[in-house]
């Protein structure tokens, strides 16, 4: 009997997510890619000011290193979501960009809850929930490496 239920429980362990899931996931992916890839590239190409614009607005924010820190945020929005759209190493990937986002949800965007001002305060908060779920679930089986009989 207890052979029985190793094995039962072994083969519930290697289950895969079911086609929806794995939708989800891509889609999770997809959103991340379509909001973070273009705020990096933006900061890259010298719009809004640039690297050092956004360099002096972490400077506000009591940030040590204000341009180390701002080349690491703009580098993780622009290289990390290219990850996301290939599905590859998206767990690493997700690391960076979570520090990135708790950063800018609550300390660059914080004292946007208090004003109300929900608009520039749910997008890093949407992107941080689906980075976190991305490293959680991994990247499902639409992704390079994704297959439907193995999940990483």
């Known amino acids: 009997m207890s052979e029985e239920f190793s094995k039962s429980n072994h083969m519930e362990s290697e289950k895969v997510y079911p086609i929806w899931g794995n939708v989800v996931l891509l889609l999770l992916r997809g959103f991340v890619a379509f909001i973070v890839i273009p705020a990096g590239w933006k900061k890259l190409s010298g719009g ?72 520039e305060f749910y997008i890093p908060l949407a992107v941080l929930i689906s980075c976190a779920v991305v490293a959680w679930f991994g990247p499902g089986s639409f992704s390079v490496g994704g297959s439907a009989d193995h999940e990483d």
């Open 48 to 119: 809004t000011e640039g690297i050092e614009g956004f360099s002096k607005y972490v400077a506000s924010l009591g940030f040590p290193f204000p341009l180390i820190s701002a080349y690491a945020a703009v580098l993780t929005e622009f290289f990390a979501p290219m990850f996301y759209v290939i599905g590859f190493g998206a767990r690493i990937a997700s690391a960076p960009l979570i520090v990135t986002f708790i950063v800018a949800t609550f300390i660059a965007h914080g004292s946007d809850v208090m004003a109300l001002n929900w608009k």
